[in-house]
Nanobody, 125 residues
Framework: QAQLAESGGGLVQAGGSLRLSCVAS????????MGWFRQAPGKEREFVAG????????YYTDSVKGRFTVSRDNPKLTLYLQMNSLKPEDTADYYC??????????????????WGQGTQVTVSS
């Protein structure tokens, strides 16, 4: 089974930055829409950012627009999430996911979506 492996999480003060990485195990991921979701304790998993296979089009949930940037390096089979101006409400487990379905300005997971194991991000106030 194809795998995704996230890294880069940690503890940071409010206003700080982190960069998450997600490495895919198979080259087919370079043809997929990919993205990041997060899940805070007691809350449902939510979409954060997604990017199409070529890296040309990216979409974000409103709460992270202007602060987070999603990008990808297909030859390296790696997806990134640069997170700046972090807030305590960004605290969550962050998951890499692919493939995703695009519709009306957002990305959605399906029964075919693969998930990483997650990386924890904690933002202190």
């Amino acid at each position: 089974q194809a795998q995704l492996a996230e890294s880069g999480g940690g503890l940071v003060q409010a206003g700080g930055s982190l960069r998450l990485s997600c490495v895919a195990s198979e080259s087919t991921f370079s043809t997929y829409n990919m993205g990041w979701f997060r899940q805070a304790p007691g809350k449902e998993r939510e979409f954060v950012a997604g990017i199409n296979w070529s890296g040309v089009s990216a979409y974000y949930t409103d709460s992270v627009k202007g602060r987070f940037t999603v990008s990808r390096d297909n030859p390296k089979l790696t997806l990134y999430l640069q997170m700046n101006s972090l807030k305590p409400e960004d605290t969550a487990d962050y998951y890499c996911a692919a493939p995703l379905r695009y519709s009306s300005g957002s990305y959605y997971y399906t029964s075919m979506t693969n998930w990483g194991q997650g990386t924890q991000v904690t933002v202190s106030s």
